[in-house]
């Protein structure tokens, strides 16, 4: 058992952090600027953001790894700085960690589709196996893959890592409600539809991040919780639905109205409960707040 699944073990519901990316553009990263070479380029900067997380009150903090594949870092010609940029990202969120909270390395999407041949399982595994290689040597202490859509590719990189690592793995992936009311990822996976896929793949938490607001998680968490009853669940909702203002996407969900619904979070079962997209270190120290007060 991992550090991370030994602390839920102790029956604590855990906050995790917020916002990564609208938290970087915030101190200065510009549109078509690659937010890993910031671990290089800008560390002070990443290690604020980590630091302000771990200030709010996060039991654990991911890393500025999100886009750190080779298959990502391609675009702006960083591919073979791999290794560099995740284990720096590592490195980072362990130095604003200490020895007291716990770093997630932080594994999203390559952006390459399985079904079209556009690349191989073979090459996508090993994408995968690289950058949670780097993690692990950067000084994470579990894995998450995260933001994932499709099945097969969220497997290949949670067996990457579980292989290669040895790192507990978390996967979230993200739902969408679709106009007849239920959620399914953009290649049509429902909640229910990815439980045993992924604890199949060597998943030992599963949940959901982005697509929607704290909210809307809800309905997710009640589906994964019937497919499973016991498989401890993260949930990261954005700060409600993105708007698009004076050339700027804007999240209005306060840190108050997060906080309304972080007990029926806990009603249905989130073992471990943070922010994606627009959520800042005030939605995370609200959330945690609010478990406070459900402890007692």
């Known amino acids: 058992m991992g550090i991370l699944l030994d602390k839920l073990s102790e029956g604590r519901i855990l906050a995790s952090d917020g916002a990564w990316g609208t938290m970087l553009q915030a101190m200065g990263l510009k549109p078509g600027e690659c937010p890993e070479f910031w671990n290089i380029e800008q560390r002070r900067k990443v290690l604020d953001v980590a630091r302000s997380y771990v200030e709010a009150g996060s039991d654990?903090?991911?890393?500025?790894?999100?886009?750190?594949?080779?298959?990502?870092?391609?675009?702006?010609?960083?591919?073979?700085?791999?290794?560099?940029?995740?284990?720096?990202?590592?490195?980072?969120?362990?130095?604003?960690?200490?020895?007291?909270?716990?770093?997630?390395?932080?594994?999203?999407?390559?952006?390459?589709?399985?079904?079209?041949?556009?690349?191989?399982?073979?090459?996508?595994?090993?994408?995968?196996?690289?950058?949670?290689?780097?993690?692990?040597?950067?000084?994470?202490?579990?894995?998450?893959?995260?933001?994932?859509?499709?099945l097969e590719e969220a497997s290949l990189a949670i067996r990457a890592a579980r292989e290669h690592t040895s790192l507990d793995v978390i996967c979230t992936m993200t739902f969408e409600r679709t106009v007849d009311?239920?959620?399914?990822?953009?290649?049509?996976?429902?909640?229910?539809?990815?439980?045993?896929?992924?604890?199949?793949?060597?998943?030992?938490?599963?949940?959901?991040?982005?697509?929607?607001?704290?909210?809307?998680?809800?309905?997710?968490?009640?589906?994964?919780?019937?497919?499973?009853?016991?498989?401890?669940?993260?949930?990261?909702?954005?700060?409600?639905?993105?708007?698009?203002?004076?050339?700027?996407?804007?999240?209005?969900?306060?840190?108050?109205v997060t906080a309304r619904f972080i007990p029926e979070l806990v009603k249905y079962g989130a073992n471990i409960i943070g922010g994606c997209c627009g959520t800042t270190p005030d939605h995370i120290s609200r959330i945690g707040k609010e478990l406070e007060k459900l402890r007692g």
Do not use: W
Not at 70 to 76: A, E, I, M, P, S
């Open 60 to 150: 654990m903090i991911e890393t500025n790894s999100f886009g750190g594949s080779r298959f990502k870092l391609q675009h702006y010609g960083l591919e073979d700085r791999v290794i560099e940029l995740n284990r720096a990202a590592a490195e980072i969120s362990r130095e604003a960690c200490g020895n007291d909270k716990i770093v997630l390395g932080s594994v999203g999407p390559t952006g390459k589709i399985l079904m079209t041949g556009e690349v191989t399982p073979e090459e996508m595994y090993e994408a995968f196996r690289e950058q949670a290689v780097a993690l692990a040597e950067g000084g994470a202490d579990a894995i998450i893959v995260e933001t994932m859509s499709d």
């Open 181 to 256: 009311g239920r959620y399914k990822t953009m290649m049509g996976v429902s909640p229910a539809e990815m439980v045993p896929v992924l604890k199949k793949a060597g998943a030992v938490i599963l949940g959901s991040n982005c697509g929607n607001g704290t909210e809307g998680m809800i309905s997710v968490l009640k589906e994964i919780r019937e497919a499973d009853p016991d498989v401890p669940v993260l949930i990261q909702g954005n700060a409600g639905t993105p708007e698009f203002r004076d050339g700027k996407t804007v999240f209005n969900e306060t840190p108050e």
